[in-house]
C-alpha cells in the first residue's frame, strides 16, 4: 500500500466508522439535551439585536471562564460556533463529527511513527477514542475532543520533526501544544510528557544514561524545552495564584478526604469506566512479565506513561476517572500497552497471539460500550426534544400559559428551559425548589417573583428512565394530565 492509498484508507475508515456510529444510533439529528447545549441558546440570545453582539458576548464568556476557571479557548470556540449555527445541533453535531474523524487520523499518524504497524496504528487510534469516552463523540459541550485533535496533531508534528523534519514542525507542534492547553486545564498536565518525550528520542540509541549526555540532549533542543516550559509554568502559576483551585470542587486533591475515601472512589472507577482497561491491561502487564529481561529495558517508556496517567489519576482523585474524563488518560493506556508493549521485539509466540487478542476483546467491550451510550444518548435527546417542541406549541395555542420547569437541582436542565424557550419567544417559565417547596423564577429580570402550583399549566420533569432522576416532587398534580416523553414526563392541565 502506497502513502497515498494508506492516507485515502485511513481518512475514509475513520470517516465512515464515525458518521456510521452517528447516523445509524440517531445521535446526529437528536437535538438539545438538557446539559452544556443551553450555553448554545444563551449566546444566540445575548447576540440578539437589542442585547449585545458578537464582540459582547465573547467578552462576557470569557470574563466568566477566568473567575472560574481557564479554558479561553473553549469559550472562543462555544460563541463561534453559536454565531456560524446559530441553534442548529445537527449542523453542529457534524462539524464535532470532522473532529473527531481528524483526532482518529492524527492518532493513528501518532502511532505509525511510533514505529507501530498500520494494524497496531489503527489499533492505537481506536482504544483511546472507542469506549465511555465515545461520548465526546456526539455531546457537544466536553472540551476534551477537540483537546485530543489538538494534542495528537501537535504530537505528530513533533514526531516528524525528531525524525529530521523541518524547524516548522517544531513550531507548528509548540503552537498546538499552546492552544490545547488553553483548552482545558487537564491537557496542560501533557506538557511534561511532552518534553520528556523529547528528552527520550534525543537519548534512545545513546546507551547508559549520565549527566553529560543528558545535558547534551537538552542543549540540542534547548529552544523547544524553553519555551513549552514557559507555558507550562506560566499557565501553572495563573492557576494557582489568580484564577486560585477552589472553583475545581471535583477536582485536585482533598485535605478532608481520607486514605480509604480515595481508595473507593478508584475502586468504583475500575470497577466502572476504566473497568475493561483494567482487566485486559492486567493480562497483558502479565504477559509482559514473562519478558522480564527484555521489559527492564523499557523504563523510558514506563516514565512517560506515568507521565501521561498519574497526573490524571491526581487530577480526579475526588471522583475517579469517568466518561470523557478518560482522554488523555486513555492515550496513556495505548501508549504503553501498544506503542510500548505491543511492539517489544521479544513479544512473540502465542504470548504475542493472547496478547493481541486481549486489546481486540478490550476494543470490542468499548465498541459495545460506545453504542450503548449512543443508543441512549439519541433517546434522551429525542424525549427532550420533543418536550421542548410540545411546551412551546402549546404555549402558542394557549397564550397565558405557565410552564413549571422540575429539574433541579440539574441547574443545567432548568437553564435549557429558560433560554431555549426564550430564544423562541415565551419567557414564562417558573423552576420548582424541592427543598424549599417553592415556586419562582430564577432567571431574567423577574427572577425573584413567586407563585403557585395552582397558576401552572403545564409541568415537565424527569422520570426514572432518565439519569438525571433523584426525585419525584412533592407536587399534587391531580388536577394535571399525565404524558410520558421518554426520559421525561410532562403534566398538562386538565381544564386547560
Not at 445537527?90 to 487520523?105: D, H, Q
Not at 501537535?154 to 509548540?174: H, K, M
Not at 483548552?183 to 549527566?211: C, D, H, N, W
Not at 493481541?356 to 478490550?362: A, D, F, G, P, S
Request: proline share 2%.
Amino acid at each position: 500500500m502506497s502513502r497515498a492509498e494508506e492516507r485515502l484508507f485511513v481518512w475514509t475508515f475513520f470517516a465512515a466508522l464515525v458518521f456510521g456510529v452517528l447516523v445509524l444510533t440517531g445521535t446526529l439529528a437528536s437535538g438539545f439535551h438538557l446539559v452544556d447545549d443551553w450555553e448554545y441558546a444563551k449566546y444566540v440570545d445575548l447576540m440578539s439585536p437589542g442585547r449585545s453582539n458578537f464582540a459582547g458576548c465573547l467578552k462576557d464568556a470569557l470574563e466568566f471562564d477566568l473567575t472560574v476557571r481557564f479554558r479561553p479557548l473553549y469559550y472562543i470556540n462555544r460563541v463561534c460556533a453559536a454565531a456560524v449555527f446559530g441553534v442548529n445541533l445537527t449542523a453542529m453535531s457534524v462539524w464535532k463529527g470532522m473532529e473527531i474523524v481528524a483526532a482518529l487520523a492524527a492518532l493513528y499518524y501518532c502511532a505509525r511513527h511510533m514505529r507501530c504497524n498500520r494494524a497496531y496504528s489503527l489499533l492505537f487510534a481506536l482504544t483511546v477514542m472507542v469506549g465511555y469516552q465515545s461520548a465526546v463523540w456526539w455531546k457537544l459541550g466536553p472540551q476534551e475532543s477537540y483537546g485530543m485533535l489538538l494534542f495528537a496533531t501537535g504530537f505528530y508534528l513533533l514526531l516528524t520533526w525528531l525524525e529530521g523534519g523541518g524547524a516548522w514542525r517544531a513550531a507548528g507542534s509548540a503552537f498546538l501544544f499552546f492552544l490545547m492547553s488553553l483548552y482545558k486545564e487537564s491537557f496542560i498536565l501533557l506538557l511534561p510528557f511532552v518534553l520528556l518525550y523529547v528528552l527520550y528520542a534525543q537519548m534512545r540509541g545513546r546507551g547508559r544514561l549520565t549527566a553529560a549526555s543528558l545535558w547534551e540532549s537538552v542543549r540540542a533542543k534547548w529552544g523547544y524545552f524553553l519555551v513549552l516550559g514557559l507555558f507550562f509554568t506560566a499557565e501553572m502559576l495563573l492557576l494557582l495564584f489568580v484564577i486560585g483551585t477552589n472553583n475545581y470542587e471535583y477536582i485536585g486533591l482533598d485535605a478532608q478526604m481520607t486514605y480509604e475515601q480515595y481508595r473507593e472512589v478508584w475502586l468504583n472507577a475500575l470497577g466502572a469506566d476504566l473497568k475493561w482497561y483494567f482487566r485486559f491491561g492486567v493480562i497483558c502487564c502479565m504477559i509482559l512479565l514473562t519478558y522480564w529481561e527484555e521489559l527492564k529495558k523499557l523504563g523510558w517508556e514506563m516514565a512517560l506513561t506515568a507521565l501521561l496517567i498519574v497526573p490524571q489519576i491526581v487530577t480526579y482523585s475526588k471522583t475517579g476517572i469517568t466518561e470523557r474524563y478518560l482522554l488523555p488518560t486513555a492515550f496513556g493506556i495505548a501508549f504503553w500497552l501498544i506503542a510500548a508493549g505491543g511492539t517489544m521485539k521479544a513479544l512473540g509466540g502465542r504470548r504475542k497471539s493472547v496478547y493481541v487478542l486481549c486489546l481486540l476483546l478490550m476494543l470490542a467491550a468499548h465498541t459495545r460500550v460506545m453504542l450503548r451510550e449512543a443508543d441512549y444518548f439519541a433517546y434522551r435527546g429525542g424525549s427532550v426534544q420533543t418536550m421542548l417542541d410540545t411546551t412551546l406549541e402549546y404555549t402558542r395555542e394557549h397564550p397565558g400559559t405557565k410552564v413549571l420547569s422540575c429539574f433541579a437541582p440539574n441547574a443545567e436542565g432548568n437553564r435549557t428551559m429558560y433560554y431555549w424557550l426564550r430564544i423562541h419567544g415565551y419567557d414564562d417559565v417558573f423552576y420548582w425548589d424541592e427543598d424549599r417547596k417553592l415556586i419562582s423564577k430564577w432567571f431574567g429580570e423577574h427572577e425573584d417573583e413567586e407563585d403557585v402550583l395552582e397558576h401552572m399549566d403545564v409541568v415537565v420533569m424527569y422520570n426514572r428512565e432518565d439519569r438525571h432522576w433523584c426525585y419525584e416532587p412533592s407536587l399534587d398534580l391531580s388536577d394535571f394530565e399525565e404524558h410520558k416523553c421518554g426520559t421525561l414526563t410532562m403534566y398538562f392541565r386538565k381544564d386547560g
